[in-house]
């Protein structure tokens, strides 16, 4: 039976990713997730049934869920020692489907700047998926680099360009400075999804996601931080650092639909953006809130916050000629299907 693999399931793309599988296919998907960041999946699927089995769990009337609360590099070590454990240990005769690696330990500028060791455990979590879809094989695999791996010193206030895939070159001789260890961990990922490729002909695809977001995606996150406070119609507005800083808000649901049309059509390796192509400072994503809101804040900056580079955006000429592919949703309709939900968070808050 095919059964496709999410680890980090329980995250912001890995469970809009599980809702698409069940959508797109009626195979079988195995979820991991230690719950680390993530929350338990019935509190996203919240009319699936729950089947305790053994230590992991069993979910919707379907039964195709399966679910293991457990560090990936466990699950991963588990299947190193045995390669059968599945189907010793839970019967289940696997044959892999693709392999989706959302696992990790991201955060948002606060974690990325503020642990910055934390976040290079990431080069563990990866090197044992890399080390273990070389032997398992997987049909395809999906590679989640980021927008962090491209070099810092184009995204700076005076030099600041629409990033393109050629500004990482990772087949030749020059690399530039990526954004921390944040950075360096997905640029190291997709050094590896392309020895993946070349070496052990695994079918794989990386993507650089710029700032996804969605109504359902954690208040650690500027956009739903800041919908929410637009609902509170908080006056002063506070904003990190000055707010001039922008970046390239795509919706979750465009993530998706790109993610999975590369799937389709790259192999090799090869990492390509996923964005708007356009750059919105955070002032200008306050006042698209606060529209919705009905007001007009004074705006507090809050200078001692960490804000990352300055303006960090892509180009997206590259996925229409290779994808034929183009972002659907527009940022105010994106915008608006966060700001209905904070107002009715906020309403069961109260
Ligand atoms: N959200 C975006 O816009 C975006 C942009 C660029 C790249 N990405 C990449 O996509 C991936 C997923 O991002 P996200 O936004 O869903 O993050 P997230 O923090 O919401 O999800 C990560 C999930 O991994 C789990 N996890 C962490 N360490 C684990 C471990 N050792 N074992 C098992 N589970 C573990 C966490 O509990 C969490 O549920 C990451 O690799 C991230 O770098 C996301």
């Given at each position: 039976?095919?059964?496709?693999?999410?680890?980090?399931?329980?995250?912001?793309?890995?469970?809009?990713?599980?809702?698409?599988?069940?959508?797109?296919?009626?195979?079988?998907?195995?979820?991991?997730?230690?719950?680390?960041?993530?929350?338990?999946?019935?509190?996203?699927?919240?009319?699936?049934?729950?089947?305790?089995?053994?230590?992991?769990?069993?979910?919707?009337?379907?039964?195709?869920?399966?679910?293991?609360?457990?560090?990936?590099?466990?699950?991963?070590?588990?299947?190193?020692?045995?390669?059968?454990?599945?189907?010793?240990?839970?019967?289940?005769?696997?044959?892999?489907?693709?392999?989706?690696?959302?696992?990790?330990i991201v955060g948002g500028r606060a974690k990325i700047e503020g642990d910055p060791m934390a976040v290079a455990?990431?080069?563990?979590?990866?090197?044992?998926?890399?080390?273990?879809?070389?032997?398992?094989?997987?049909?395809?695999?999906?590679?989640?680099?980021?927008?962090a791996?491209?070099?810092i010193?184009?995204?700076?206030?005076?030099?600041?360009?629409?990033?393109?895939?050629?500004?990482?070159?990772?087949?030749?001789?020059?690399?530039?400075?990526p954004d921390l260890t944040y950075g360096w961990?997905?640029?190291?990922?997709?050094?590896?999804?392309?020895?993946?490729?070349?070496?052990?002909?695994?079918?794989?695809?990386?993507?650089?996601?710029?700032?996804?977001?969605?109504?359902?995606?954690?208040?650690s996150?500027?956009?739903?931080?800041?919908?929410?406070?637009?609902?509170?119609?908080?006056?002063?507005?506070?904003?990190w650092g000055?707010?001039?800083q922008?970046?390239?808000?795509?919706?979750?649901?465009?993530?998706?639909?790109?993610?999975?049309?590369?799937?389709?059509?790259?192999?090799?390796?090869?990492?390509?953006?996923?964005?708007?192509?356009?750059?919105?400072?955070?002032?200008?994503?306050?006042?698209?809130?606060?529209?919705?809101?009905?007001?007009?804040?004074?705006?507090?900056?809050?200078?001692d916050k960490p804000v990352g580079v300055?303006?960090?955006?892509?180009?997206?000429?590259?996925?229409?000629?290779?994808?034929?592919?183009?972002?659907?949703?527009?940022?105010?309709?994106?915008?608006?299907?966060?700001?209905?939900?904070?107002?009715?968070?906020?309403?069961?808050?109260?």
């Amino acid at each position: 039976m095919k059964f496709h693999l999410v680890s980090g399931a329980c995250g912001f793309v890995g469970r809009n990713t599980v809702k698409q599988l069940l959508k797109r296919t009626s195979d079988n998907i195995l979820m991991i997730d230690d719950l680390s960041v993530g929350t338990h999946p019935l509190t996203w699927m919240k009319d699936f049934s729950s089947k305790a089995f053994k230590d992991i769990e069993i979910l919707g009337e379907e039964e195709r869920l399966f679910y293991w609360q457990m560090d990936f590099r466990k699950f991963l070590q588990k299947l190193q020692d045995d390669p059968n454990w599945l189907e010793k240990e839970y019967g289940l005769k696997v044959n892999y489907g693709d392999a989706f690696h959302f696992a990790a330990i991201v955060g948002g500028r606060a974690k990325i700047e503020g642990d910055p060791m934390a976040v290079a455990l990431d080069l563990s979590i990866d090197a044992e998926f890399f080390n273990w879809i070389s032997k398992a094989r997987p049909e395809r695999i999906l590679y989640p680099s980021s927008s962090a791996a491209y070099p810092i010193n184009m995204q700076t206030e005076s030099d600041a360009v629409a990033l393109k895939e050629s500004d990482i070159n990772i087949d030749g001789y020059t690399l530039g400075m990526p954004d921390l260890t944040y950075g360096w961990t997905k640029m190291t990922g997709e050094f590896l999804a392309k020895i993946a490729a070349k070496h052990y002909g695994i079918s794989i695809a990386c993507i650089r996601p710029f700032s996804g977001y969605g109504e359902d995606q954690d208040l650690s996150y500027p956009v739903p931080a800041i919908a929410h406070r637009a609902a509170k119609k908080e006056n002063p507005f506070e904003v990190w650092g000055t707010g001039k800083q922008g970046r390239d808000f795509v919706h979750i649901d465009d993530v998706m639909d790109c993610m999975f049309n590369a799937m389709d059509k790259i192999h090799d390796g090869t990492a390509i953006n996923i964005g708007s192509g356009k750059l919105t400072s955070f002032l200008d994503l306050i006042k698209v809130f606060t529209k919705f809101a009905g007001y007009s804040p004074e705006i507090k900056p809050l200078t001692d916050k960490p804000v990352g580079v300055h303006s960090r955006y892509c180009d997206m000429s590259f996925v229409k000629e290779l994808l034929g592919w183009e972002p659907k949703i527009s940022l105010e309709e994106g915008m608006k299907r966060v700001y209905d939900v904070a107002v009715e968070n906020l309403k069961r808050e109260k």
